[in-house]
């Protein structure tokens, strides 16, 4: 009698075997990779609710103000420099958008062997992963002492944005402090900026976060309006709120 029959795969079903994985394979990785870069939205928008909690905490410490997005007084002349001071942070990780190319990073923003006190007083900050609304809730001390106003907290409207994924091309490193309306406008309009000022980092939508402290996401699309309507309609720029 015979011993038991090998069952052997041919070269043809070896073959059949590793296109089936490939495939496989082939649908899931974008699964995945969608999954990651949604994990990395949800951080985000964790960070800028945290950002909004102590734009809050600091309106409330300063006579219901905003603070100045640039500029902001002698020792801490970024936005975010006062927010890490009134709050007590020690470190600028809540300012950092986790889909950013550490690469890409403003390296004083990250570096070890200085103080949070000696970044925050410097201006690196300039280049966190999110701009304020300088013709909005956070003009700088030029704008102040110039055109527009500092408005306070409570007369504006609750879908104003405060801060957004941003940076202002073309800028050394991922990040800016602040945006500007002209963001906004269509592309080909006259005071139109290049819309790779908004960083859609994430699935190409950003986050923003609101005056009332809520954060959602956006297309860009979905915020354009015409230069005629920049003044009093942009959910953004107010002309009526903060020109003097």
């Known amino acids: 009698m015979g011993g038991p029959k090998e069952n052997k795969f041919t070269l043809l079903e070896l073959l059949i075997v590793i296109a089936i994985i490939a495939i496989l394979a082939s649908m899931l ?9 949604g994990a990395k939205m949800t951080q985000c928008a964790s960070n800028m609710k945290q950002i909004g909690i102590l734009m809050m905490q600091y309106v409330d410490e300063n006579n219901s103000y905003y603070p100045l997005s640039f500029n902001a007084d002698d020792q801490y002349p970024v936005w975010a420099g006062k927010l890490v001071s009134s709050g007590g942070l020690r470190n600028l990780d809540i300012f950092i958008c986790p889909s950013v190319n550490r690469e890409n990073l403003c390296p004083y923003l990250i570096r070890k062997d200085t103080t949070i006190e000696q970044k925050i007083s410097a201006t690196a900050p300039a280049y966190v992963s999110y701009g304020v609304g300088r013709y909005g809730t956070s003009p700088t001390k030029a704008d102040v002492d110039g055109t527009y ?3 306070r907290a409570g007369n504006l ?3 104003m944005m405060v801060a957004m994924d941003f940076e202002s091309a073309p800028q050394p490193y991922d990040g800016w402090y602040a945006s500007w309306c002209s ?15 908004f960083m859609a ?7 923003l976060l609101y005056t009332d ?5 956006s297309a860009l699309k979905d915020l354009q309006f015409s230069s005629t309507d920049a003044a009093n309609n942009s959910p953004w720029y107010h002309g009526k709120y903060c020109k003097k």
């Open 213 to 217: 402290g809520h954060v959602s996401s």
């Open 157 to 159: 409207p609750a879908n």
């Open 183 to 197: 963001a906004f406008l269509p592309s080909g309009d006259a005071q139109a900026v290049d819309s790779a000022n």
């Open 149 to 151: 106003k500092a408005v």
């Open 29 to 37: 990785l974008p699964a995945l990779r969608n999954a990651k870069n």
């Open 201 to 207: 980092r994430h699935n190409k939508r950003f986050n």
